[in-house]
C-alpha cells in the first residue's frame, strides 16, 4: 500500500503550538496532531478521549507535549474527530471527540473503529487526569495526582509517587514500583501491586490480586486489599510493622509464612487469621470471597 506523508506547520496559538503528519496504510488513515505547552511550575493537566490508549511519561524539560493519532477508515473519517486544547494558568485541557456515526473499518486484518490515541510527555511533577471510554492507560514516572480511569482496558504504571487513583470497569491493572497513596478498582481483572505505598486499598470484582511491598514502605493508615472471586498474594519486608487481618471466605484458607506474633484463626474451623507483623500498628485487611490468601517474606 502507498504510504504518503504530508507535514505542515500551523500558526502559533497562544496555548502552543500544533502541526499535523498524515498518513495513509494499511491501518487505514492516521492523522497526528500536536500540542505543545510550557510548564514552568506543576500542570494540571486534564486529558480525555472518546476511544483510544493514552500513554503518559515524564522527561527532564519545562513543557508538555500532547500527541494526539487520530485513526479512521479514510480522511472524511478522521475530519470526524475533534481536537480541543485549552488553557487557563496551570490547568491544560485536551480533549478528543467523535462527531457522527462510529462505523466501523478493516485494519491489519481485523475490525476497527475511529480513535484518537494521546501519546503524552510531561515533566517529572505533573498533576494529571486521564479519561478514556474504551483504551488502556499507561503512565511512567510521574510525580503528583494522578487521577486515570478507562471504561474498558487495561491500566499500567511505572515508577508513580504522590497519589495515584486508577479505576477501569473491565481490564486488569499493574502498579510497578508506586508510592505514596495508591487507590485502585477493577470491576474485572487481575491485580498486581509493588512498591513503597503509604496507603493502599486495591479492589477487584472478580480476580487475583499480588502485592509485593518493598523496603521501607510504612503505614500512614489502615489498607484494604480485597477481590470478589480470586486469591491473594502478599509479601512483606522485615520489619514491615502492621496488624494483619485475613478472610479467605468460607471456601478458602490462609497460608501463612510470616513470622507474626499474638496468631488466632486461621484454621479449617476458624478461617478468619490475625496477627501482628513486627511491632504492629495500622490495620492491613485481606479478603477474597472464594480463593486461597499466601503471606509471605520478601
Known amino acids: 500500500m502507498r504510504r504518503v506523508l504530508l507535514a505542515s506547520s500551523l500558526a502559533a496559538l497562544t496555548i502552543g503550538g500544533s502541526a499535523c503528519v ?23 493537566l486534564h486529558l480525555d478521549t472518546f476511544a483510544g490508549n493514552i500513554e503518559v511519561r515524564s522527561w527532564d524539560r519545562p513543557e508538555i507535549v500532547v ?5 479512521g477508515a479514510d480522511k472524511a ?28 473499518f478493516v485494519g491489519l486484518g481485523a475490525m476497527s ?10 515533566p517529572r511533577k505533573t498533576d494529571l487526569v486521564a479519561r478514556t471510554n474504551d483504551g488502556s492507560l499507561l503512565v511512567e514516572r510521574v510525580e503528583g495526582r494522578l487521577d486515570i480511569r478507562t471504561n474498558d482496558g487495561r491500566i499500567h504504571a511505572i515508577e508513580t509517587a504522590g497519589e495515584l487513583l486508577a479505576d477501569t470497569s473491565d481490564g486488569s491493572m499493574e502498579l510497578e514500583d508506586v508510592a505514596g497513596r495508591v487507590d ?16 493502599l486499598r486495591a479492589e ?9 511491598i518493598r523496603r521501607g514502605a510504612e503505614m500512614t493508615d489502615d489498607w484494604l ?3 470478589g472471586d480470586g486469591s491473594i498474594s502478599v509479601e512483606l519486608p522485615d520489619g514491615f510493622n502492621a496488624d494483619i487481618e485475613a478472610d479467605p471466605g468460607s471456601d478458602g484458607r490462609t497460608r501463612n509464612d510470616l513470622a507474626l506474633v499474638n496468631v488466632s484463626g486461621g484454621t479449617r474451623e476458624q478461617r478468619l487469621l490475625r496477627g501482628r507483623s513486627g511491632s504492629g500498628g495500622h490495620l492491613f485487611r485481606l479478603r477474597t470471597g472464594d480463593g486461597t490468601i499466601r503471606l509471605t517474606k520478601y
Open 113 to 122: 473503529s475511529p480513535a484518537a490515541r494521546l501519546i503524552v510527555t510531561v
Open 77 to 104: 473519517a478522521v475530519a470526524r474527530i475533534e481536537v480541543a486544547a485549552n488553557r487557563s494558568g496551570n490547568r491544560i485541557e485536551v480533549t478528543a471527540r467523535h462527531n457522527g456515526p462510529r462505523g466501523g
Open 22 to 44: 498524515v498518513n495513509v496504510d494499511r491501518q487505514g488513515y492516521i492523522e497526528h496532531d500536536e500540542k505543545r505547552f510550557d510548564a514552568d511550575g506543576v500542570a494540571d
Open 184 to 199: 485502585v478498582r477493577t470491576s474485572d481483572g487481575s491485580l498486581r501491586v509493588s512498591g513503597t505505598p503509604s496507603q
Open 67 to 71: 500527541d494526539v493519532e487520530k485513526r
Open 225 to 227: 486489599v480485597t477481590t
Open 204 to 212: 477487584t470484582g472478580d480476580g487475583s490480586v499480588v502485592v509485593r
